[in-house]
């Protein structure tokens, strides 16, 4: 069954944050989405009781959309009228405004680290485990209430998970090690002075970056047993890199299988062929493709491939035999898109044609 995505009353959503570069994304994408419409705006003190177009300082390459400019921001914490909620948030305050806003009945939807490992808590990518919303309903029991939270993965974790997910499902991953370059803009505007980034690589991202790229994956592929979520339990280890790029994290990946694949052939077909529910269910954010294979032996590039599919499309490359023993490959994701914004809507879209909104 697909979902029909013209003839429907568009839902008020609030985006938490959203004068950040997250928050801009969401209210970007939102402008024109067929199914959720920017009802409410929210950011710290500094923002409150502004006008967004005054508020926020729009760095995007498309113009600030006109509804979104004149919306009063909000305060955090102020009760909103809009259920379904994005979040955006620095996570020194998301941790618990999401929490607050879940425990009144909201369904809050988060790019932020704070609640990804919590034990009902979904870390979704509707590709891989779209069956992991089963946990919902025993996080609302929790609760008491409708509300729940969902989360969306790291950003470079969404392109790792994304591109092994074919091969962990036909063959088993058993050790895996992924070393990123990883753009600017995923540290937020303020994020890296320019004088350190600029002619410069950096081998260090702080906040644990290493260890959310070393766990959520098992999350993400594991399992939702009806009590608890279960890791997929390969073996991995992760190395970090900031790199003078504004958008698109690019990861170099080596990884050994369970069983034979027979073929680096094989695996290619399984990357390309890959298709998931959001195609099936033709939701609005969803690429066609999840996954592109480019077979040119320079790419993926950040700059070249990152918008693929409006920026939601992952591309992979480079699949090859190690001279190690094991498979080594490529991958690519726009951060700011498939890696937070572009994926909460994602999630949203998949909760409501579940029935969950
Ligand atoms: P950012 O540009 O620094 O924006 C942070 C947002 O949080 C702003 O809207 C800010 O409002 C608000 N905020 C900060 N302190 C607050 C407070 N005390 N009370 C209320 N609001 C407050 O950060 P970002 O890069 O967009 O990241 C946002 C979140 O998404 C983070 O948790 C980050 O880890 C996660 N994330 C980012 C990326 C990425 O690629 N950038 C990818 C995945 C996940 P003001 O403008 O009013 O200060």
Same mark, same amino acid.
């Given at each position: 069954?697909?979902?029909?995505?013209?003839?429907?009353?568009?839902?008020? $959503?609030? !985006?938490?944050? @959203?004068?950040?570069?997250?928050?801009?994304?969401? +209210?970007? &994408? =939102?402008?024109?989405?067929?199914?959720?419409?920017?009802?409410?705006?929210?950011?710290?003190?500094?923002?409150?009781?502004?006008?967004?177009?005054?508020?926020?300082?729009?760095?995007?390459?498309?113009?600030?959309?006109?509804?979104?400019?004149?919306?009063?921001?909000?305060?955090?914490?102020?009760?909103?009228?809009?259920?379904?909620?994005?979040?955006?948030?620095?996570?020194?305050?998301?941790?618990?405004?999401?929490?607050?806003?879940?425990?009144?009945?909201? $369904?809050? !939807?988060?790019? @932020?680290?704070?609640?990804?490992?919590?034990?009902? +808590?979904? &870390? =979704?990518?509707?590709?891989?485990?779209?069956?992991?919303?089963?946990?919902?309903?025993?996080?609302q029991k929790r609760r008491g209430g409708r509300g729940y939270i969902v989360t969306n993965p790291n950003c470079s974790t969404v392109g790792l998970a994304m591109a092994i997910a074919p091969l962990e499902a036909k063959w088993g991953i058993d050790t895996m090690h992924v070393t990123t370059m990883q753009a600017i803009s995923g540290a937020g505007y303020a994020g890296v002075a320019s004088y350190a980034i600029l002619d410069n690589v950096i081998p260090y991202i702080g906040g644990a970056e290493e260890h959310k790229i070393e766990s959520e994956p098992q999350k993400i592929l594991g399992k939702w047993d009806g009590a608890q979520f279960v890791d997929a339990g390969f073996r991995t280890s992760a190395q970090v890199n900031r790199v003078p790029v504004i958008d698109g994290h690019l990861m170099t990946i080596w990884l050994s299988l369970k069983n034979d694949p027979q073929s680096v052939d094989a695996l290619i077909d399984a990357v390309r062929n890959f298709t998931a529910e959001p195609q099936a269910l033709n939701l609005p954010t969803a690429p066609e493709r999840p996954l592109h294979y480019i077979d040119a032996i320079d790419r993926p590039q950040p700059r070249l491939d990152r918008d693929r599919e409006r920026g939601m499309a992952v591309s992979v490359g480079r699949l090859r035999a190690s001279s190690l023993g094991g498979y080594c490959m490529v991958a690519l994701v726009h951060n700011t898109i498939r890696g937070a914004a572009g994926a909460a809507l994602l999630n949203a879209e998949l909760l409501d044609a579940k029935g969950l909104l």
């Open positions: 069954m697909t979902v029909d995505s013209v003839s429907r009353e568009r839902i008020p $959503v609030a !985006v938490l944050g @959203a004068t950040g570069s997250v928050g801009q994304r969401f +209210v970007q &994408l =939102l402008a024109d989405h067929p199914w959720f419409r920017l009802a409410e705006v929210v950011a710290s003190e500094r923002s409150a009781g502004k006008r967004y177009a005054d508020a926020a300082e729009w760095r995007l390459e498309t113009l600030l959309p006109t509804e979104a400019a004149s919306l009063g921001v909000m305060s955090l914490g102020d009760k909103l009228q809009s259920r379904l909620v994005f979040s955006g948030l620095d996570s020194s305050v998301a941790g618990e405004a999401e929490e607050l806003y879940a425990n009144q009945g909201c $369904v809050v !939807v988060s790019n @932020a680290k704070n609640h990804r490992m919590g034990a009902d +808590v979904p &870390l =979704l990518i509707p590709e891989i485990n779209a069956a992991h919303c089963d946990a919902i309903a025993t996080q």
